[in-house]
């Protein structure tokens, strides 16, 4: 047993290297469909419904999106995990003029609903973004033409970078 766990002591920090990418080696060219993410702009999120109409993305173009505390934001739907009072949130809204899989790309594990008509969508995929990209969660959905609601809850800090595209 003591072996076993000298052993774990050991491979911990082997572990722990191998974790962590060397972007200076491991960074590869982000592909066509999440290029966007690389020219940011600005954008202040919505805090309920009324203020949605200022607060829309373009799919291909991300976005450093300025977020308020949790407590503060009216969600069109309430989200299945909403965050603490500590934690920042809003919501985006956007157009899909051709139906495809389309992605959401974001810099933290913070939580996202897709929203339509007043339901959350269900996801068809997700995982990490590409090491070294900045991108640390990416979820797809499959969408036809209209109108959508990115929301946003539990992240940590009052800044997101977000991109919504679609894949190819």
Not at 20 to 48: F, H, K, M, N
Not at 54 to 72: F, I, K, W
Not at 78 to 92: D, T
Request: charged share 15%; proline share 10%; aromatic share 4%.
């Amino acid at each position: 047993m003591a072996g076993t766990a000298a052993a774990l002591l050991m491979a911990g920090p082997a572990l722990a290297q191998h974790a962590q990418p060397d972007c200076a080696a491991d960074a590869v060219p982000l592909p066509p469909e999440l290029a966007g993410w690389l020219a940011r702009g600005a954008l202040s999120a919505a805090i309920d419904t009324l203020t949605l109409r200022a607060a829309t993305v373009q799919p291909g173009r991300a976005v450093d999106l300025a977020l308020v505390p949790t407590p503060s934001v009216r969600y069109a739907l309430r989200p299945e995990r909403p965050g603490g009072s500590v934690s920042h949130g809003g919501m985006v809204g956007f157009t899909v003029e051709r139906a495809g899989t389309y992605r959401v790309a974001i810099g933290s594990a913070a939580w996202i609903d897709l929203v339509q008509g007043g339901k959350a969508l269900a996801s068809v995929g997700h995982g990490p973004g590409p090491a070294c990209s900045g991108i640390r969660k990416m979820v797809d959905f499959a969408l036809e033409p209209g109108s959508y609601v990115l929301q946003i809850a539990g992240n940590g800090a009052p800044t997101l970078p977000v991109l919504v595209t679609r894949l190819p």
